[in-house]
C-alpha cells in the first residue's frame, strides 16, 4: 500500500514528479544540461526572492551546511542552538576544526533577537548560524528579528538552513541579508532526497576565496566558477535536478502566495487539533508553519499509535531523538492538502479512542 506520508520528509511526490525523475540522459557539460540549470536556478532565485548565484549539490542538506561553515569561517563562529539538527551544526563546525560557540536553548524554545544581538556585541565572530526551522521540536525561528540584529554586524556572514521551511514559508533572502540560505530537496520542495541547494551571496564567495582548507567538492569557489557557464563541479545527480525543473514551475503555477497561504492553513489546522486534544511542545508563539510536535499529554504509547496509524496507509514521526515518546511530529508541507490532514487527524483520533 501506498503511504501517506507526514513525516518531515521525505514527503509524497505527485505522479507528474515521479515520471520527470525517468527522463534519458544528458551529458552534464553540455548545452542541454546548462539550459536544465538556467532554468532551475533562476526559479530557485524567485522562490529565494534572491539575485544572488544558487549552487546546487549533489548531497543531501548537510553537505552544504559542512560547505558554509568550511568556506565562510576564519576564526570563530555563533550557533544559534534549539534542538537537534542546530546542535548538529554546530558539530558540524567543531568536526571541521573550527572555533565554535553556542547560544543555547532548551528545545522547543525559539531564539531571542535581543541574545543574539548581546553575544554578537561581546565578541566577533565570522558567521552566525540560524536554523530556520527546528525540525526535530516544531519550533520556528524568528528569522526577521534575528536578521535585523545580524544586519548590524556587517563583518558576520548570516547562515541559514531552510530545510524544512523553503518552499512552504516566505523567506525574502536579499531583504533580510542572508549569506548562504540553504534547503534539501526532499521537503517542502517535494522533491526526492539527493539534491540540495543554497543562495550565495558576492561576498560570501568572495571570504570562501580568502578561506583556507575549504576543502574541494564542496568548495564555493569551484561552484561560482562552474555556475558562470551554466554547470555544476561534479557530477550532479541529473535526474533529482529533472524533478526539481518540473517541480518548481509546478510552484510557480500554484503561485508562491497561494503556497504559503496552504501551508499556513495546514499548520493552524493541525495545531487547532492538537490544542484542543493534546498540547503543543514548541514555544507559544513559535510554532513551526510546515511541521508539528504533538505533546503526548496523555501519556500514550507513540510507536503503537504510529503502526496503527500505517495500517490505515498514514506515516507520521515520532518525536525526534531524546523526545521519543513523549512527542510525535505531523508535517506538513509539499503538495500535501487541507483533505489528507483532515483525514489524518480524523483517523488519529478514532485511533486513539480505541486505545482508551
Ligand atoms: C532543519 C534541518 N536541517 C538539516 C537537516 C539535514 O538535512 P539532510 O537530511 O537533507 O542532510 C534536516 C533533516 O531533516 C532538517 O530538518
Redesign the pocket.
Known amino acids: 500500500m501506498i503511504k501517506r506520508m507526514f513525516i518531515?520528509?521525505p514527503v509524497n511526490l505527485c505522479e507528474n514528479t515521479r515520471n520527470s525523475l525517468s527522463k534519458q540522459m544528458i551529458g552534464h557539460r553540455s548545452e542541454d544540461f546548462s539550459k536544465l540549470y538556467r532554468e532551475v536556478t533562476g526559479n530557485l532565485r524567485k522562490i529565494m526572492f534572491t539575485d544572488n548565484r544558487i549552487f546546487l549539490s549533489t548531497?543531501?542538506?548537510?553537505?552544504l551546511?559542512e560547505a558554509a561553515t568550511r568556506n565562510l569561517v576564519q576564526n570563530k563562529s555563533l550557533h544559534l542552538v534549539n534542538g537537534a539538527?542546530s546542535e548538529?551544526?554546530f558539530k558540524i563546525a567543531k568536526a571541521n576544526g573550527k572555533k565554535a560557540e553556542k547560544l543555547e536553548y532548551d528545545w522547543g524554545l525559539g531564539i531571542k533577537a535581543g541574545d543574539v544581538e548581546e553575544q554578537l556585541s561581546k565578541e566577533k565572530f565570522d558567521a552566525v548560524f540560524l536554523?530556520?526551522?527546528?525540525?526535530?521540536t516544531g519550533a520556528m525561528n524568528k528569522l526577521e528579528k534575528i536578521a535585523k540584529i545580524v544586519q548590524d554586524f556587517p563583518e558576520t556572514m548570516f547562515c541559514v538552513?531552510a530545510?524544512?521551511s523553503l518552499g512552504g514559508v516566505k523567506i525574502e533572502t536579499d531583504k533580510l541579508g542572508i549569506d548562504v540560505l540553504l534547503a534539501?530537496?526532499?521537503?517542502c520542495l517535494a522533491i526526492p532526497?539527493g539534491l540540495?541547494m543554497a543562495s550565495v551571496s558576492d561576498r560570501a564567495i568572495k571570504r570562501a576565496s580568502e578561506t583556507k582548507n575549504r576543502g574541494h567538492y564542496f568548495d564555493f569557489t569551484e561552484f561560482a566558477k562552474y555556475d558562470k557557464k551554466a554547470q555544476t563541479p561534479s557530477t550532479p545527480a541529473i535526474p533529482q535536478i529533472y524533478a526539481l525543473n518540473h517541480k518548481l514551475n509546478e510552484i510557480l503555477d500554484e503561485g508562491l502566495e497561494q503556497r504559503f497561504e496552504r501551508h499556513w492553513e495546514m499548520a493552524k489546522l493541525v495545531q487547532g487539533w492538537a490544542e484542543e486534544e493534546w498540547a503543543l511542545f514548541a514555544e507559544p508563539g513559535y510554532e513551526s508553519l510546515t511541521v508539528t510536535a504533538v505533546e503526548n499529554n496523555k501519556g500514550l504509547d507513540v510507536s503503537e499509535l504510529i503502526s496503527k496509524l500505517e495500517k490505515e496507509g498514514f506515516l507520521i514521526g515520532n518525536g525526534y531523538g531524546k523526545l521519543a515518546g513523549r512527542t510525535f511530529r505531523i508535517a506538513h508541507m509539499g503538495d500535501t492538502s487541507l483533505n489528507d490532514v483532515n483525514e489524518l487527524l480524523e483517523t488519529i483520533n478514532e485511533i486513539v479512542e480505541a486505545m482508551n
Open positions: 518531515p520528509g548531497s543531501s542538506g548537510s553537505g551546511m539538527f548538529k551544526w536554523t530556520h526551522n527546528e525540525t526535530s538552513d530545510v524544512s534539501s530537496s526532499q521537503k532526497p540540495a
